[in-house]
Nanobody
């Protein structure tokens, strides 16, 4: 059974930082696209960042480039999202997602909930001004 378990959300003031974690289990971690999505109040779920587990290539939405960094601990089957210079508009539920199709990583910026196969339950990030 595939499980993606997120942690690390919380409340922070604008300009602050948070690091999210996603622990994956129940499937072969290698050769997968691992991604972070977010869904703000009244908004659709949107792709934020992705990493291809074989080789570590990374992809970002324009809205977070230069502020967010996706990384992985291959030995722990865990993906991270380091979020710096947070803004109130970053407030959202953040979801970890996985898909075995490599090209999904390059498409993350335009992806939505129907584009990735596996999902975590989400972790809330709130940024106050």
């Amino acid at each position: 059974q595939v499980q993606l378990v997120e942690s690390g959300g919380g409340s922070v003031q604008a300009g602050g930082s948070l690091r999210l974690s996603c622990a994956a289990s129940g499937y072969t971690y290698d050769y997968n696209c691992m991604a972070w999505f977010r869904q703000g109040p009244g908004k659709e779920r949107e792709g934020v960042a992705a990493i291809y587990t074989r080789g570590g290539s990374t992809y970002y939405a324009d809205s977070v480039k230069g502020r967010f960094t996706i990384s992985q601990d291959y030995a722990k089957n865990t993906v991270y999202l380091q979020m710096n210079s947070l803004k109130p508009e970053d407030t959202a539920m953040y979801y970890c997602a996985a898909d075995p199709v490599p090209v999904k990583c390059a498409m993350v910026a335009g992806a939505g909930v129907s584009d990735f196969r596996y999902w975590g339950q989400g972790t809330q990030v709130t940024v106050s001004s």
